[in-house]
């Protein structure tokens, strides 16, 4: 009993500490997001920005902090718990620099063929777009190379359980890209958009450097050694080829709407509405979801390295019921604010109200997926904690066939309905279906989940948000929001409803008593974490 309150405190703690610099980092975002949005609103131009940054983007998401980092982590584990100290630095360094040679390689492979790579991505687009997209994803593409490293630290110290100061590197990224939007920067460019680009670039060679201090005082050298032949990078390897898409699955079905909403068809701006709006859902990811995958992660490799599946199976499980109790709530709360939360954090400059419109049509869909991404999150670290690589690799192939369907059918058979929230709609859908294909086969394949626990615990959630979501409509609809005039006004209205909402959903949470307010309550605040007679994590 001790050792499962402690794994709940250490998980709650570390996703504690990373959730506060997180949410430092997203505010920062905010504000990365809203002068892009100020800058280069709904045109043409903004959606050859987003273009341009989205491929290295999702590089890095795939490549760095998606299936690098859940292939390294349970390999690393493996090294600290059986190996040496000096075995465990040397795999360390000749992966590190293997992984930065390939990455170099893929950076100068990314810039010579950037005209492919973005004809690609808007094979259904308009030429201007294109034309301007190549120009700007040439500038930025090297920041594959110093991100990769970033994550290959961040991974790192995370299984020495350092969640901090990885957890703020983005924090940099955000600064870097804020000057780089200010006229006094901008103006020496050849357009702002071209300085953003710069901004993107600089602001990845800081997340990496800033973590070096960090790996030097742990042991790491950085003597220099490339190996594709070291037994622990070829582990890696064997483990990472395969989790390029199942991890990366969200990120794969990112680049299959990328494709889509570029079609012609679609209203100008729709792809930096699709951009907004995921940023919005990030947020709320972000905020909570993203700590917990990140904080369980190691633990999980360590459970499966010492063959505690019992173990392993309670942290995923406890896990997944603290997730949904954050994102449920927030998906309600997410599709009934929608035009107002667009409305207050973007619609300012060249950001127009048609911008908002066609933002919050994105997110409307995007809300309705919030639990499947941040429990995609949860259980793909789940199968690989225990190095099977293959399982979300066939599911991920599945889903994204899936998601290329719907996007056909909202593109070609429903547009005039959904329009520019097709994309986001068909994400939403396929994120659900590869959930439950996943937790299927690990309920198959691990024993007993705890199924019925978890499946009351999301129904007295789902309840709560309801309730909660029937207060917030009622609460949007008397206050007038639209025709308020003043940007002041409607700002202290906003936070009203978000902060009455935030409120009201904690108060039926704690009323229906929902156990896992009283297991964050009673971790945080008292010494044995929970009440004596309480049972485990799976109630």
Not at 322 to 342: Q, S
Not at 347 to 357: K, N
Not at 494 to 499: D, M, P, S, V
Request: glycine content about 8%; proline content about 4%; some cysteine.
């Amino acid at each position: 009993m001790t050792h499962i309150v402690t794994h709940k405190k250490q998980i709650l703690k570390s996703a504690s500490i990373i959730t506060i610099i997180t949410v430092v980092s997203r505010i920062l975002g905010y504000v990365r997001d809203q002068r892009l949005t100020l800058l280069l609103g709904t045109t043409g131009i903004a959606d050859s920005f987003v273009l341009a940054y989205r491929i290295p983007n999702i590089l890095r998401r795939l490549v760095g902090e998606g299936s690098m980092t859940a292939s390294f982590i349970p390999v690393f584990t493996d090294y600290m718990r059986n190996r040496s100290r000096e075995e465990t630095w040397t795999f360390a360094n000749r992966l590190f620099w293997t992984f930065s040679a390939v990455l170099a390689a893929l950076a100068v492979l990314g810039v010579i063929f950037s005209p492919l790579a973005v004809r690609l991505l808007s094979m259904f687009g308009k030429n201007q777009v294109q034309i301007e997209a190549v120009y700007l994803n040439r500038l930025m593409f090297p920041y594959i190379l110093f991100i990769g490293m970033a994550a290959l630290a961040m991974a790192i110290l995370n299984c020495f359980h350092v969640f901090g100061l990885p957890a703020a590197t983005p924090i940099l990224f955000n600064i870097s890209f804020i000057v780089f939007s200010v006229a006094l920067v901008w103006k020496y460019f050849s357009s702002p958009a071209a300085a953003l680009a710069v901004g993107v670039l600089i602001g990845g060679i800081f997340q990496f450097f800033l973590q070096v201090p960090q790996l030097v005082r742990r042991g790491m050298n950085f003597q220099f050694g490339v190996s594709f032949t070291d037994p622990g990078v070829r582990r890696v390897a064997r483990l990472m080829v395969p989790g390029f898409v199942g991890i990366g699955i969200a990120q794969i079905n990112l680049l299959v709407d990328t494709i889509f909403v570029n079609a012609k068809r679609m209203p100008e701006g729709s792809l930096i509405s699709l951009y907004v709006a995921d940023r919005v859902t990030e947020l709320v990811l972000g905020g909570y979801a993203v700590a917990v995958a990140t904080a369980i992660l190691p633990m999980m490799a360590h459970q499966a390295s010492a063959g505690d599946y019992e173990g392993m199976k309670k942290t995923f499980g406890f896990s997944l019921r603290i997730v949904c109790f954050i994102t449920i709530p927030a998906a309600v709360g997410l599709v009934i604010l929608r035009e107002p939360i667009v409305q207050v954090l973007f619609q300012h400059g060249l950001f127009v109200a048609e911008s908002t419109r066609l933002t919050a049509r994105a997110l409307l869909y995007y809300s309705m997926g919030l639990p499947a991404f941040a429990a995609v999150k949860l259980i793909v670290p789940a199968f690989y904690s225990t190095q099977d690589t293959r399982t979300p690799v066939r599911v991920a192939v599945i889903t994204l066939l899936v998601n290329v369907l719907l996007n056909v059918i909202f593109l070609f058979y429903f547009f005039p309905k959904f329009k520019n929230g097709g994309p986001a709609l068909a994400s939403a859908l396929a994120s659900y279906f590869n959930v439950l294909i996943l937790f299927v086969v690990f309920r198959l394949r691990f024993g007993r989940l705890g199924t019925r626990e978890i499946l009351a615990s999301v129904g007295k959630i789902a309840m709560c948000s309801a309730a909660m979501g029937a207060l917030c409509w009622t609460a949007l609809r008397y206050s007038h929001f639209d025709f308020i005039e003043s940007f002041l006004t409607r700002l202290v209205v906003f936070i009203a409803l978000i902060g009455g909402a935030t409120l009201a959903y904690l108060g039926l949470a704690w009323l229906f008593r929902c156990d896992e307010i009283h297991e964050v309550y009673g971790i945080a605040f008292r010494r044995h974490g929970t009440e004596p007679g309480k049972v485990g994590l799976m109630g």
